[in-house]
């Protein structure tokens, strides 16, 4: 069946420093593909996404390109700040109703 | 516009207990999602509903349900309670499209249920 795999965290970074979060998946045709932020204590808010090949998600800073020949979409921003510390998630969507399949998150900790 | 509301926000139950968590989408949104989030499993679909039709459903027991009412609000009930049942329950909800979605949802801050 369909998967997201994302990379462990947490990831500690030092404010200002560049941020990739890894993320491939696996589905059969050709998936929408999202980045999910989790602040503490809150719930999900769509941060980005794609829903065909080569297209950039962005926002706030963060990009994401859907590559289909490697099944990625890897997140990035150049320069994180500490508001940016939260938990990232990669979904995918490959029809249906609002069924969204999430890897397991990455939590992100930027230091002043 | 005032965004998903879930209810409530934290509650304690013991074993064998049922629970009922509430959800108000966003105003115009017909369509409601439900996930289960735990450290260990991470999110996990429930089930959806449109128009107080149940459209999908995840791979979770019977004693896991739902309904939508006519305002599109919706509620999921959890029956005789088990120790795993413990997480934060998401809402979320998107304009929904009778046919298809898109997958863009918008998600409430959740119900944390712990059992004891």
């Known amino acids: 069946g369909d998967s997201v795999t994302q990379m462990e965290g947490p990831v500690t970074l030092s404010e200002e420093a560049f941020l990739t979060i890894n993320c491939t998946y696996t589905?059969?045709?050709?998936?929408?593909l999202f980045w999910y932020v989790q602040y503490p204590g809150e719930g999900l808010q769509l941060l980005l996404k794609?829903?065909?090949?080569?297209d950039k998600g962005s926002n706030k800073g963060f990009e994401a390109t859907y590559r289909k020949e490697t099944t990625s979409f890897h997140l990035e921003k150049g320069s994180v700040q500490v508001s940016d510390s939260a938990v990232y998630f990669c979904?995918?969507?490959?029809?249906?109703?609002?069924?969204?399949?999430f890897g397991a998150g990455t939590r992100l900790a930027v230091h002043p | 516009k005032a965004g998903v509301t879930q209810t409530p926000r934290y509650l304690i139950k013991t074993r064998g207990q049922q629970v009922t968590l509430s959800c108000s989408p966003i105003s115009g949104h017909r369509s409601v999602s439900w996930y289960q989030q735990t450290p260990g499993q991470g999110l996990q679909f429930l089930f959806e509903?449109?128009?107080?039709?149940?459209?999908n459903k995840g791979n979770f027991p019977g004693r896991f349900s739902g309904r939508q009412f006519s305002n599109s609000r919706s509620e999921m009930n959890v029956s005789t309670l088990e120790l795993g049942d413990s997480a934060l329950y998401l809402c979320a909800s998107s304009l929904g499209h009778r046919d298809a979605n898109t997958g863009e949802l918008f998600f409430g801050e959740g119900s944390r249920l712990t059992v004891l």
């Open positions: 589905a059969t045709g050709y998936p929408s």
């Open positions: 794609a829903t065909k090949a080569d």
């Open positions: 509903y449109f128009s107080e039709t149940q459209r």
């Open positions: 979904a995918l969507f490959s029809g249906g109703y609002n069924k969204l399949i």
